[in-house]
Protein backbone atom coordinates (compact mmCIF):
# COMPACT_ATOMS: atom_id res chain seq x y z
CA UNK A 1 0.00 0.00 0.00
CA UNK A 2 1.24 3.39 -1.08
CA UNK A 3 2.12 5.94 1.92
CA UNK A 4 -0.56 8.32 0.33
CA UNK A 5 -3.21 5.29 0.66
CA UNK A 6 -2.22 4.50 3.90
CA UNK A 7 -2.73 8.12 4.91
CA UNK A 8 -6.28 8.91 3.10
CA UNK A 9 -7.58 5.04 4.95
CA UNK A 10 -6.03 6.44 8.02
CA UNK A 11 -7.91 9.56 7.78
CA UNK A 12 -11.25 7.83 7.11
CA UNK A 13 -10.39 5.54 9.99
CA UNK A 14 -10.54 8.10 12.66
CA UNK A 15 -13.06 10.19 10.85
CA UNK A 16 -15.39 7.65 10.02
CA UNK A 17 -15.36 5.86 12.97
CA UNK A 18 -18.54 3.59 14.00
CA UNK A 19 -19.17 5.45 16.77
CA UNK A 20 -20.87 8.50 14.34
CA UNK A 21 -23.73 5.97 13.62
CA UNK A 22 -24.54 5.29 17.07
CA UNK A 23 -24.71 1.34 16.27
CA UNK A 24 -22.30 -0.96 15.88
CA UNK A 25 -19.16 -0.18 17.89
CA UNK A 26 -16.51 -2.66 17.30
CA UNK A 27 -14.12 -1.85 15.31
CA UNK A 28 -12.01 -4.56 14.00
CA UNK A 29 -9.41 -5.74 11.05
CA UNK A 30 -12.00 -6.73 8.97
CA UNK A 31 -12.84 -3.42 9.09
CA UNK A 32 -10.63 -2.82 6.46
CA UNK A 33 -10.97 -5.58 4.31
CA UNK A 34 -14.65 -4.41 3.46
CA UNK A 35 -13.99 -0.72 3.11
CA UNK A 36 -10.92 -1.82 0.65
CA UNK A 37 -13.84 -3.84 -1.36
CA UNK A 38 -16.29 -1.22 -1.74
CA UNK A 39 -13.15 1.30 -2.77
CA UNK A 40 -12.88 -1.51 -5.68
CA UNK A 41 -16.60 -1.51 -6.40
CA UNK A 42 -17.01 2.28 -6.25
CA UNK A 43 -13.56 2.29 -8.90
CA UNK A 44 -14.66 -0.09 -10.77
CA UNK A 45 -18.37 2.05 -11.60
CA UNK A 46 -15.82 5.26 -12.19
CA UNK A 47 -13.78 3.17 -14.82
CA UNK A 48 -17.17 1.81 -16.24
CA UNK A 49 -16.53 -1.83 -15.61
CA UNK A 50 -19.92 -2.28 -13.92
CA UNK A 51 -23.08 -0.42 -14.58
CA UNK A 52 -25.54 1.30 -11.60
CA UNK A 53 -28.00 -1.42 -11.89
CA UNK A 54 -25.23 -3.77 -10.72
CA UNK A 55 -24.16 -1.38 -7.88
CA UNK A 56 -27.56 0.05 -6.89
CA UNK A 57 -29.43 -2.83 -6.58
CA UNK A 58 -30.78 -1.96 -3.27
CA UNK A 59 -34.30 -4.02 -2.73
CA UNK A 60 -37.27 -1.65 -2.23
CA UNK A 61 -37.15 -2.88 1.49
CA UNK A 62 -33.98 -1.93 2.27
CA UNK A 63 -34.22 1.46 1.05
CA UNK A 64 -36.74 2.12 3.11
CA UNK A 65 -35.13 0.64 6.33
CA UNK A 66 -32.49 2.79 5.05
CA UNK A 67 -34.91 5.74 5.38
CA UNK A 68 -36.96 4.28 8.90
CA UNK A 69 -34.33 2.90 10.49
CA UNK A 70 -30.89 3.71 9.45
CA UNK A 71 -28.75 5.89 11.18
CA UNK A 72 -27.26 8.69 8.46
CA UNK A 73 -23.82 9.14 8.19
CA UNK A 74 -21.77 12.27 7.13
CA UNK A 75 -20.94 10.82 3.83
CA UNK A 76 -22.75 11.41 0.74
CA UNK A 77 -23.40 8.38 -1.95
CA UNK A 78 -20.31 7.41 -3.66
CA UNK A 79 -22.47 6.99 -6.92
CA UNK A 80 -25.02 9.52 -7.44
CA UNK A 81 -23.06 12.17 -5.09
CA UNK A 82 -26.46 13.50 -4.23
CA UNK A 83 -28.07 11.65 -1.28
CA UNK A 84 -26.66 11.01 2.31
CA UNK A 85 -26.17 7.52 2.91
CA UNK A 86 -27.39 5.53 6.13
CA UNK A 87 -26.31 2.73 8.19
CA UNK A 88 -28.06 0.22 8.56
CA UNK A 89 -28.11 -2.77 10.78
CA UNK A 90 -29.17 -6.46 11.01
CA UNK A 91 -29.29 -8.78 13.44
CA UNK A 92 -29.46 -12.84 12.58
CA UNK A 93 -29.40 -15.40 15.10
CA UNK A 94 -31.65 -17.58 17.50
CA UNK A 95 -35.55 -16.39 17.92
CA UNK A 96 -34.84 -13.83 15.34
CA UNK A 97 -36.61 -13.20 11.79
CA UNK A 98 -35.09 -15.55 9.23
CA UNK A 99 -34.45 -11.89 7.04
CA UNK A 100 -33.00 -10.77 10.23
CA UNK A 101 -33.82 -7.86 12.67
CA UNK A 102 -33.62 -4.37 11.45
CA UNK A 103 -32.54 -2.26 14.51
CA UNK A 104 -33.55 0.65 14.63
CA UNK A 105 -32.09 1.75 17.94
CA UNK A 106 -29.00 2.01 20.14
CA UNK A 107 -31.52 0.66 23.16
CA UNK A 108 -33.01 -1.92 21.38
CA UNK A 109 -29.34 -3.06 20.36
CA UNK A 110 -28.28 -3.17 23.59
CA UNK A 111 -31.07 -5.31 24.40
CA UNK A 112 -29.85 -7.68 21.65
CA UNK A 113 -26.82 -7.85 22.81
CA UNK A 114 -27.68 -8.90 26.35
CA UNK A 115 -28.60 -12.29 25.23
CA UNK A 116 -26.78 -15.12 26.23
CA UNK A 117 -26.77 -16.66 22.36
CA UNK A 118 -24.50 -15.26 19.86
CA UNK A 119 -25.77 -12.81 17.89
CA UNK A 120 -24.22 -11.69 14.02
CA UNK A 121 -24.84 -7.56 12.69
CA UNK A 122 -24.55 -7.13 9.64
CA UNK A 123 -23.86 -3.07 8.96
CA UNK A 124 -24.76 -1.91 5.43
CA UNK A 125 -24.28 1.57 3.62
CA UNK A 126 -27.09 1.97 1.80
CA UNK A 127 -28.22 5.31 -0.34
CA UNK A 128 -32.15 5.50 -0.50
CA UNK A 129 -32.60 7.32 -3.39
CA UNK A 130 -29.67 5.85 -6.32
CA UNK A 131 -29.94 2.07 -4.85
CA UNK A 132 -26.36 1.98 -3.75
CA UNK A 133 -25.54 -0.68 -1.03
CA UNK A 134 -22.50 -2.23 0.33
CA UNK A 135 -21.58 -4.32 3.44
CA UNK A 136 -19.57 -2.23 5.90
CA UNK A 137 -19.00 -4.63 8.71
CA UNK A 138 -20.58 -7.88 10.19
CA UNK A 139 -20.19 -7.80 14.23
CA UNK A 140 -20.18 -10.23 16.57
CA UNK A 141 -23.44 -9.44 19.59
CA UNK A 142 -24.86 -11.54 22.65
CA UNK A 143 -22.88 -14.41 24.32
CA UNK A 144 -20.46 -12.81 26.46
CA UNK A 145 -19.82 -9.94 24.88
CA UNK A 146 -20.61 -6.46 26.70
CA UNK A 147 -21.80 -3.11 24.26
CA UNK A 148 -20.09 -0.52 25.49
CA UNK A 149 -22.00 2.49 27.10
ZN1 LIG B 1 -26.95 7.33 -4.28
Redesign the pocket.
Known amino acids: MSPARIERFSNFKQQNRLERSDLILVESAADVEFRLARELVVDLWKQGKIDMETV ?1 DAQPMLKRNAIHCGAPIDE ?8 Q ?1 SYVAYVFGPRLPAHGRCVSSKGELKRLNSRKTKLSAYVIEV ?6 NHLVKIASLGGAQNYPS
Do not use: H, K, L, V
Not at 76 to 83: G, H, K
Not at 127 to 132: D, P, V
Open positions: CNCPICEISICSSCGW
